[in-house]
């Protein structure tokens, strides 16, 4: 029949009243995830699948695969047993959104119900039901999703933070929270810059596992390991051995020295490791050599350096604070920070504001501190730079400086004699 009276004792408010058995609540249950599929939006993503996700793309650094491969294990085996909550971050593009759906796809596949949902598109779908002509109530929407038993939010913050979707994200999650129901969330978002109520609960460590994907944006194009920042593509032709080394208008002194700082920063593009200082005139050699270990670093294989013209940094972190901007200026700041090596060219031709010399003095004094690997190419002389950051190049246990001699190449009779690479 599908009904039976509730074994309550007299009194309950079920007594004597005829509810569901177990089979028709499953049939129930499976009709409204279906209905409510729609918000989803997964028939679009149906090939998103483990078997369609590339775990450890070749063309990407060590530490980015081990990433990626630790990320994959993870959602696959949530998939197989969905237990507590698991909170995939990352930037964008970096395959959040695929294994999040994956998991949905197999579950489904499973004929286990489970709901996906980018959630400024579940506030919108709440919005809905307020509406005259909703086929659906509110209260019954807010239920099916807060109560389901695999709920999957994409992209949690990118909704608009007013206080009633604040709100609704909060009962939602914290009903989710206290039932210690499965759930997954994907953010591109900082944890701490969260509402701090979610917050909190996403850092409970006996409920969440919680994974940082630090691949690049598959969605990038051509190069997708390497940062929309850096402009190291511009440079690919700059390589060791295109370095020109035997040129005849060098006194022996300055082919000697050009010599010497080859090999070291070859020393260097080997076993990167804390700061490499080249300074000497215009058109020297110095961009070439910082372009060559970035270079030597990505054919090997490893960490993707960042490479930025100085001013064009500065430029980056203004743009930051654009509205409008894809990317907070505090992200970006940390992106450029953090990076795994570093190489800043053309130190000391931006403009000297106060903001500018704040912005480097914070980049570089935390670079210094965590002996991050770095190299700045520049014009100026040692005395000529700013006090702070010549005490710190002055180190010699965290920083190698060399000068080159030799006269600008550009426009020598080396340089236009040699035959012209296309």
Known sequence: MGYVLADVPLGHPDFGKAIPCHCKQEERLWRRVHEYQGMSNLAALAHYTFDAFTAAPPWLAPANQESLRRAFNATSAFAQNPEGWLVLTGNYGCGKTHLAAAIA?????????AIFVVV??????????????????YDEMFEQVRSTRLLILDDLGSQSATPWAQEKLFQILNHRYNAHLPTVITTNQRLEDLDQR???????INLVQRLHIMAPDFRSGTNANQSDLSTLSLHMGQQFHTFEIHRRNLSPDELSNLRQVREAVMDYANDPGGWLVLMGAHGTGKTHLAAAVAN?????????AMFLVVPDFLDFLRAAFNP????????RFDEIRKTPMLVLDDLGVESATPWAKEKLFQLLNFRYSANLPTIITTSATVTELEPWLRSRILDTDRCVVWALKAPSYRGSSDQTSRPRRR
């Open 105 to 113: 796809n197999d579950r489904l596949d499973r004929g286990q119900p």
């Open 120 to 137: 400024p598109d579940l506030l919108d779908h709440l919005r809905t039901t307020f509406g005259p002509n909703s086929d659906v109530a």
């Open 198 to 204: 979610l917050r909190s609960r996403l850092l409970d």
């Open 324 to 331: 409008q901007s894809p990317v907070p200026y505090d992200r």
């Open 296 to 304: 030597h670093q990505r054919e090997q294989g490893h960490t993707e």
